[in-house]
């Protein structure tokens, strides 16, 4: 068996690895993810793949983040048509997140050209709507536990908490049992359940994105009513990047009871994210994977006012008292908060909130590290907001966490695990970490790397 390392090494994004087993007669990809951040990351999205997709027997999804799964309607616009396999939950909220992938490609493609940004006279999408609307009809849902067969390897899929859908493949083949973590959850999460730990394995690929920091211990509730109390006493506008999945719920759940507690003002908050409202709906789907009753989950939705259409989106510009924007992407890499960022930012009154992962190359990470000045839209966009940060939310485990959860797993002395998903300084901390406190085998995968069991 042999594993190539393609991606989600040496960064957050672009999780992919090639398993090829039979000397190379059976092959197939777990995760299938887009590249993000720094440019020169980004643009590995266009290169020719490093495999032949026409051999692919299978790619094998772990969730539904891009980062996990974004890479797959290239694969199916350059001709694959092998099934995908992953949890019912991953196979809908893939149903809402590439399409919309899509369609924020399109839309940035055509603002590029229609204001001549750019060095391309006709820029185009890595992939438009239509093309990830059409890569769905891959998808093939299965249970958690569910057996996938692959040529003569068997996976599963177990939960792993995170976001709804979210599991670890657990791989057997050639007498060998091999673990991919995903991304994994917290044990106390807020909406999503602990991860499960795992059985005995030969080789895991573990996520080391908090790698190097421990999420703080901080009372969320009160900093982010601490957070609106004050841009409302500016009489400012509160904008958070958010995820679709995972954090624009969470975001619904704490503003709706700050509200009802009387600890936050009685404030209109608009959820300008089409994928986010219609992932919110899926919770009600799937009551077993989350702490939330049906009751929650309606009055999750209660209170929100949904900005569906781009009019209803531009219509916000003309609202001047003091009201909550929640809109994608989370990283501010893309989507409608561009544009409510261009518009705010440059406000003192205002506060641009991050609540997320900020993976390096994004605004959102140099926002938080200070820049005066950000370029959105080929422009560059001075930055008088107040930028502030929301501790406490990640649905990644932070790296104590991550070692509580292999100790609490079957792993036996001297496993062997690659630390994957992680900026540099993360993966390294987290290999040093692991090397002090436990008796596994930890090294950090490398680009392009090839294992060989």
Same mark, same amino acid.
């Not at 940060?389 to 991550?402: C, N, T």
């Not at 901390?429 to 002090?436: A, I, N, V």
């Given at each position: 068996m042999n594993i190539t390392f393609l991606g989600g090494t040496g960064t957050v994004t672009g999780s992919k690895f090639l398993v090829s087993l039979d000397g190379g007669k059976t092959e197939f990809l777990v995760d299938c993810g /887009?590249?993000?951040?720094?440019?020169?990351?980004?643009?590995?999205?266009? *290169?020719?793949? /490093?495999?032949?997709?026409?051999r692919l027997s299978g790619i094998v999804l772990t969730h539904a983040h891009l980062d996990h799964s974004g890479y797959i309607p290239r694969l199916y616009q350059l001709g694959y048509r092998g099934p995908v396999y992953c949890h019912h939950a991953t196979r809908d909220l893939c149903s809402i997140l590439l399409p919309d992938s899509g369609h924020i490609q399109e839309e940035d493609a055509r603002f590029y050209q229609r204001h001549k940004i750019g060095k391309h006279a006709h820029p185009e999408p890595l992939y438009n709507g239509d093309t990830a609307e059409r890569s769905l009809e891959l998808f093939q849902?299965?249970?958690?536990? *569910?057996?996938?067969?692959?040529?003569?390897?068997s996976l599963y899929l177990q939960p792993a908490g995170h976001i709804l859908g979210a599991g670890s493949a657990v791989l057997s083949a050639e007498g060998k049992r091999v673990?991919?973590?995903?991304?994994?959850g917290r044990p106390d999460d807020l909406i999503m359940h602990p991860p499960r730990p795992l059985p005995a394995l030969d080789l895991l690929l573990l996520e080391s994105t908090y790698g190097d920091r421990r999420h703080p211990q901080v009372?969320?509730?009160?900093?982010?009513?601490?957070?609106?109390? *004050?841009?409302?006493?500016?009489?400012?506008? &509160?904008?958070?990047?958010?995820?679709?999945?995972?954090?624009?719920q969470t975001l619904q759940y704490l503003l709706l009871n700050l509200m009802r507690d009387q600890r936050i003002p009685q404030l209109p908050v608009f959820l300008d994210s089409p994928m986010a409202i219609d992932a919110s709906e899926i919770y009600?789907?799937?009551?077993?994977?989350?702490?939330?009753?049906?009751?929650?989950?309606?009055? /999750?939705?209660?209170?929100?006012?949904?900005?569906?259409?781009?009019?209803?989106s531009k219509a916000l510009e003309n609202i001047q008292y003091p009201h909550i924007i929640i809109a994608g992407s989370g990283m501010a890499t893309g989507g409608r908060v561009l544009h409510h960022m261009k518009r705010l930012?440059?406000?003192?009154?205002?506060?641009? &909130?991050?609540t997320g992962y900020q993976a390096g190359g994004t605004r959102g990470a140099r926002l938080l590290a200070g820049a005066q000045s950000v370029k959105i839209h080929g422009e560059y966009v001075p930055c008088k907001a107040h930028i502030e940060?929301?501790?406490?939310?990640?649905?990644?485990?932070?790296?104590?966490?991550?070692g509580d959860w292999l100790k609490q797993s079957a792993l036996e002395a001297g496993t062997e695990i690659q630390l994957v998903h992680g900026e540099p300084d993360a993966s390294d901390?987290?290999?040093?970490?692991?090397?002090?406190?436990?008796?596994?085998?930890?090294k950090v995968a490398q680009y392009r790397d090839i294992l060989r069991l």
């Open positions: /887009m590249f993000q951040g720094y440019k020169w990351l980004r643009e590995r999205n266009w *290169e020719t793949p /490093m495999f032949d997709y026409r849902s299965v249970d958690f536990d *569910e057996p996938i067969r692959i040529g003569g390897a673990g991919f973590s995903g991304d994994v009372d969320h509730w009160q900093q982010l009513a601490d957070i609106v109390n *004050e841009v409302v006493n500016r009489g400012g506008i &509160l904008l958070i990047p958010s995820f679709a999945v995972g954090r624009a009600t789907r799937y009551p077993d994977q989350h702490r939330l009753n049906t009751d929650t989950c309606k009055f /999750m939705c209660t209170g929100i006012q949904y900005t569906r259409d781009v009019e209803q930012l440059p406000d003192h009154r205002a506060t641009v &909130l991050f940060v929301l501790e406490g939310l990640s649905a990644h485990a932070d790296y104590r966490e991550l901390c987290f290999r040093l970490y692991l090397q002090d406190n436990t008796n596994f085998n930890v």
